[in-house]
């Protein structure tokens, strides 16, 4: 049989080392691909090199995608104070994104006949994969071969321990994918509506009855919307990410659950650690309550929402999705200043902020007390004029209801 070239997303573990082993039988040359998106160590990266040797793959790449992953999506999820249903940081769906571009970079350099993903036929990242990689590289064929084959994970494992093919331990309760955003667990208590998860599956996250007595405070420090210090030492994003993760994780910050619509359809729910975005988020967003106009909060609030959909849902490609990160680019242009914070028992108390773009500058106005920009009269005419169509609401109803009454 004449030998094609196909790259896998790989990360070592059931489904695509199954994917590996079943694509090279059935005569592709195997080039497997791990981008780390944050949360593998040095060990770990070792290991599913040796992995991808194990299986026959010809060549392995590991690309670091983590600065690719905070400068084109993560930046926009802080900008846009983006939470799914007002509690998910989208955590695991923007990786596939990432990992989608870098295949469709790797396959156009080797010159593959196909691109292959490990991803099942009931959840959302199939879509993710597909609809990238068909921007990307139309041209190129799309192997799924777990969603394809409808395999289950036991005739799995029997298939590779059938070919001395060792994999890392499987959880036959939880499904877990670590990344910069987070960490999200699937499986057990989150297939119904009712259960908790223990504790133990929310990886890096104290629980609350063991987080320290003494609060955690620390200065956050933003410029133009984006985080650029610690406690005033200068710091990357993905180190900031990295310090907070760890931070916010030893004081239980960040452990939650979401539920929500998938891609599909149908109702999903998964259990989340992210104490990192979770921190930067709700700080940035007080940080914005200072600086931005009323009028500028709600916009961007509003398009922020159908961005952070659009982006989960698969559809970052949309040129809409453009014209709305101009939008929010726009809107951080004076999101300047530091943030002061408190960690607690798996609270974040935000305890001040001060930006010399502030809004609430007590040379202009004290909420509560005389200012400099009207005077006491002027106030009251205000409030006569403002309040004018609700009274005149009011007034309107209670002649109606005369009239009805009268006329019957």
Known sequence: MKSKKVILAFSGGLDTSFCALWLKKQG????????????????????????????GSIKHYY?????????????????????????????????????????????????????????????????????????????IKIIALIRDLGIKREDEIEVLQKHNISIPPVSKSYSI??????????????????????????????????TPNKPAILTLSFQ???????????????????YLTELGGKHGVGKNIHLGNTILGIKGRIAFAAPA????????????????????????????????NLLHEALYFDPVM???????????????????????KGNILIEGYKSPYSLMNPKVAIYGEENS????AEA????????????????AMKFGDEYEKNKN
């Open 380 to 395: 009251a005419g205000f409030s006569r004029i403002y309040g004018l169509q609700s009274i005149l609401a009011q007034n």
């Open 63 to 139: 690309i670091d995608g983590k600065k690719d992953l905070y400068q084109k999506v993560i930046s926009y999820i802080i900008k846009g104070n983006i939470l799914r249903g007002d509690v998910y940081p989208l955590c695991a769906g923007p990786e596939r994104l990432i990992i989608a571009t870098k295949l469709a970079e790797i396959a156009k350099k080797e010159e593959v006949e196909a691109v292959a993903h490990g991803s099942t036929g009931a959840g959302n990242d199939q879509v993710r994969f597909e609809i990238a990689l068909k921007v990307l590289v139309p041209q």
């Open 224 to 242: 133009k919307g984006m985080p650029v210090a610690l406690n005033d030492k200068e710091m990357g994003g993905v180190e900031i990410m990295e």
């Open 28 to 55: 592709y040359e195997v080039i497997t691909l791990t981008v780390d998106t944050g949360g593998l160590t040095k060990r770990e990266e070792e290991n599913i090199a040796k992995q991808s040797r194990l299986l």
């Open 373 to 376: 920009l009207w005077t006491g």
């Open 277 to 308: 975005i979770t921190i930067i988020i709700k700080t940035h967003k007080e940080l914005e309550k200072l600086v931005q106009t009323r009028s500028q909060l709600f916009w961007k609030d509003v398009l922020s929402d159908v961005y952070g």
């Open 177 to 210: 994918n670590k990344g910069m955003l987070g960490v999200t667990v699937g499986g057990k208590e989150t297939k119904g509506s009712w259960g908790t998860p223990p504790d133990h599956v929310y990886s890096g996250v104290t629980p609350i009855a063991k």
């Open 322 to 344: 453009r014209d709305i990160e101009a939008l929010l680019d726009s809107s951080q242009t004076r999101v300047t200043g530091d943030v002061k914070i408190k960690l607690y």
